[in-house]
T-cell receptor, first 115, second 111 residues
Framework: DTGVSQDPRHKITKRGQNVTFRCDPISEHNRLYWYRQTLGQGPEFLTYFQNEAQLEKSRLLSDRFSAERPKGSFSTLEIQRTEQGDSAMYLC?????????????FGNGTRLTVT | QQPVQSPQAVILREGEDAVINCSSSKALYSVHWYRQKHGEAPVFLMILLKGGEQKGHEKISASFNEKKQQSSLYLTASQLSYSGTYFCGTGGGSTLGRLYFGRGTQLTVWP
């Protein structure tokens, strides 16, 4: 169990640029989640996948955000035309099953700074 | 739908006890508890499911009152390693979809 890994750890970009983050979940986990966290707040749900199917996407999420999990393994989160308000820690998590009793295993996150 | 956590912050001496509360305005099926240290990922502590079961993990335990839509996390004889921010995450169904996380409770334990 190597844990959930995210890449890059830090990303600084200029407003208007596109950025893409990668998440590699724990290998046998079929659920993958993206959350966003800002200073002093709890993680805020963005979207989640069951294998390669995207099952839910937050209505708060702008159309500039898109996520994929093409082969049911790693996932990418892309933000187009970044804005300063997108600055946050982007957390990926995976879980073994769809049961409500299945814990989330979080990665260390990608910290995005939009200048 | 974000649960409300209280208190916002707690400062303890080693060996003291603390209680962190999490309440929701929506019916709950599950409550997850995580601890996050500065600059690190949230780490799973425990999950409570509908049924009011109290769970324990060494000196950390939790309860879930589904009628009141509340959960409490109990930390007894706190250790320095307990310092961090504690989050509750709430779910409304028997399958794990999105969790709504509270704003967190910052716990500081001093020697």
């Amino acid at each position: 169990d190597t844990g959930v890994s995210q890449d890059p750890r830090h990303k600084i970009t200029k407003r208007g640029q596109n950025v893409t983050f990668r998440c590699d979940p724990i290998s046998e986990h079929n659920r993958l989640y993206w959350y966003r966290q800002t200073l002093g707040q709890g993680p805020e749900f963005l979207t989640y996948f069951q294998n390669e199917a995207q099952l839910e996407k937050s209505r708060l999420l702008s159309d500039r955000f898109s996520a994929e999990r093409p082969k049911g393994s790693f996932s990418t989160l892309e933000i187009q035309r970044t804005e300063q308000g997108d600055s946050a820690m982007y957390l990926c998590a995976s879980s073994l099953s769809a049961s409500a009793g299945s814990p989330l295993h979080f990665g260390n996150g990608t910290r995005l700074t939009v200048t | 739908q974000q649960p409300v956590q209280s208190p916002q912050a707690v400062i303890l001496r080693e060996g003291e006890d603390a209680v962190i509360n999490c309440s929701s305005s929506k019916a709950l099926y599950s409550v997850h508890w995580y601890r996050q240290k500065h600059g690190e990922a949230p780490v799973f502590l425990m999950i409570l499911l509908k049924g009011g079961e109290q769970k324990g993990h060494e000196k950390i335990s939790a309860s879930f009152n589904e009628k009141k839509q509340q959960s409490s996390l109990y930390l007894t004889a706190s250790q320095l390693s307990y310092s961090g921010t504690y989050f509750c995450g709430t779910g409304g169904g028997s399958t794990l979809g999105r969790l709504y996380f509270g704003r967190g409770t910052q716990l500081t334990v001093w020697p």
